[in-house]
């Protein structure tokens, strides 16, 4: 229910107007400007109707003092008994929606406050229909980056620059109305992670952008990290089932401010450079700039010839067998030889192995994938690639191997299996195909 908050010296018209607006209102009544200003921030009326001649402060005084303590256009309309049209033309002029003659009929002023309500209803849809996102509801562009450079050129914090990463995925493989789904709840985990003095918006498709104020340590961002991280896949469980398989998570790019600067643009271009970093590592995670830094003159104090470099990407204590990797770098190779691919065609296979219970399984399912990701480590060649997918599902890629000796292959990997302890509890199935 609205909220009107009513002013005037005159207490039985406080009481003659309180009756008529109360039967279709909330109203809070107070005999003076003096007591509206003390009032207001506490009952945060959506309009005040007050009478313009008051002792010790007008109507007019009134809606200026409120205006300027609140920096904010007040929705106010005035009583008076005085019919001189330069005292409307006044109050128009200081920003009044409407006035109304005493002695007034109920039916007149319940429409001209009804008025009142409804265009202010209207403005402050268009306002928020033009800050906001209309898909999370978060601040939009223009707005999150407006509010923040205010807040970087004015307050200390933390800014982060957030990406959702592995999005594209979700589009691709279960649609569009799913990637919407998504969208929203990360939304909602970005809401309930960060305060209501703190700003969030949407920059645009899986990129969002936050400040924290007053927050000095990255402990504080950690936590936040952690949590992000955790329920978005909770989240994609809850809508894609637990067999879900995309590696989602939150990248984040953070700065220091004031510590980096003041101006947007310049810790904008910081909080990107620590969020690429992010993404380099691994993703589903968080970097300062200032740890960037760090890093980068540890690697130009480290990388000052080819042979240098080399040594720093060279693989160190080889194990037998073939390399395990998380799912991330895995997807970065299969891209990789894709591209070599097109152009060398060599022939790579790949292998997809799903692991399901039998019956009254004595381990967890966790457990089995673990010894058979042991099984394809310790059978396979060092050349060959080996990654989990999900919660129950192993991939491997093949360099030069034909579909011919596919068979061999599995025959072999199969076997091996046969001698695990696990493989009594579970069955293992498989899919090959070539690397196109």
């Known amino acids: 229910m609205k909220k009107i908050m009513i002013v ?65 256009r007040i929705p106010f309309m005035f009583m008076t008994a005085d019919t001189n049209e330069e005292t409307e033309s006044k109050g128009f002029e200081n920003g009044a ?62 800014l982060m620059m957030i990406d959702l990463d592995s999005f594209k995925l979700v589009n691709d493989m279960y649609g569009h109305n799913m990637g919407d789904k998504i969208l929203i709840r990360f939304a909602e985990i970005l809401k309930a992670v960060v305060r209501p003095i703190d700003v969030v918006g949407r920059l645009g498709g899986d990129e969002f952008i936050a400040f924290c104020q007053n927050v000095k340590e990255d402990v504080v961002i950690e936590k936040k990290s952690r949590f992000i991280n955790k329920y978005i896949i909770d989240a994609a469980k809850e809508f894609m089932g637990e067999d ?27 909080a990107d450079k620590a969020l690429y970093m992010v993404k380099q590592k691994g993703k589903h995670g968080y970097m300062f700039y200032t740890d960037l830094s760090e890093d980068n003159q540890k690697e130009e104090a480290q990388t000052t010839n080819l042979s240098a470099a080399v040594k720093i990407l060279s693989e160190r204590n080889k194990g037998r067998g073939a390399m395990q990797l998380p799912f991330e770098q895995f997807r970065t190779i299969y891209q990789f030889l894709s591209r070599l691919n097109a152009n060398y065609q060599n022939e790579i296979s790949l292998l997809l192995f799903s692991i399901k219970e039998k019956e009254h399984a004595a381990i967890p399912i966790e457990d089995a994938v673990d010894e058979f990701l042991g099984v394809l480590v310790s059978s396979l060649r060092q050349s060959d690639l080996v990654t989990q997918n999900g919660k129950n599902q192993c991939m491997v890629i093949l360099p030069e ?24 509890m579970f069955e293992v199935t498989f899919e090959s195909g070539m690397l196109e």
Not at 104 to 125: C, H, M, P
Not at 401 to 424: E, F, H, K, Y
Request: charged share 20%.
């Open 244 to 270: 879900m398989s995309i590696p989602l998570g939150a990248s984040i790019g953070c700065v220091f401010v004031p510590d980096e600067g003041t101006d947007f643009a310049a810790l904008h271009k910081k």
């Open 97 to 158: 929606m409407d006035f109304i003659h005493k002695p007034f009929r109920a039916d007149i002023l319940l429409k001209r406050v009804g008025n009142i309500l409804q265009t202010v209803e209207k403005i402050q849809g268009l306002k928020q229909a033009a800050v906001m996102d209309p898909m999370t509801g978060l601040l939009n562009k223009s707005s999150s980056e407006g509010e923040i450079a205010d807040l970087c050129r004015n307050s200390q914090g933390v």
């Open 8 to 72: 005037d010296d005159e207490k039985i018209s406080l009481m003659m107007t309180n009756h008529i607006l109360s039967s279709a209102y909330a109203t809070v009544c107070v005999s003076s400007g003096q007591d509206a200003i003390r009032l207001f921030k506490k009952e945060k009326p959506d309009m005040v109707l007050s009478d313009l001649r008051m002792p010790g402060m007008s109507g007019y005084e009134l809606q200026q003092t409120l205006q300027k303590e609140y920096n904010e």
């Open 401 to 424: 191997t034909s579909p011919q000796n596919i068979s061999v292959v599995t025959q072999r990997l199969m076997q091996n299996w046969s001698d695990a302890s696990s493989s009594a």
